[in-house]
Nanobody, 123 residues
């Protein structure tokens, strides 16, 4: 049973930073695509960033230059460093895992999901 657990959400003022982490349990396959998505109230879930072991990294245009996705020293953990946060970044952030290499930053491409962590940015 694969389980993803997010942490690190919170409330910050515009221009602030947060770091989200995702811990993965029970995944025994080799490779995969690790990603982050977010969903604001009343809006669809959108891809934020993803990377895989083949070196492919992708970001949503809205976060390029501000967010950085990375694998932590523990192979079952990845993070999302978010700098210069803006009110439009507010939402529930989910980590996600695809069982093969990254393809598109679409929620339908991912197989496993965490429950989410809330990020709120005030102006």
């Amino acid at each position: 049973q694969v389980q993803l657990v997010e942490s690190g959400g919170g409330s910050v003022q515009a221009g602030g930073s947060l770091r989200l982490s995702c811990v993965m349990y029970g995944y025994t396959n080799r490779g995969g695509c690790m990603g982050w998505f977010r969903q604001a109230p009343g809006q669809e879930r959108e891809g934020v960033a993803a990377f895989d072991g083949d070196g492919k990294i992708s970001y949503a245009e809205t976060v390029k230059g501000r967010f950085t996705i990375s694998s932590d020293s523990a192979k079952n953990t990845w993070s999302l460093q978010m700098n210069n946060l803006q009110p439009e970044d507010t939402g529930m952030y989910f980590c996600a895992l695809r069982s093969s290499s990254c393809r598109k930053l679409l929620s339908s491409d991912f197989d496993y999901w965490g429950r989410g962590t809330q990020v709120t940015v005030s102006s």
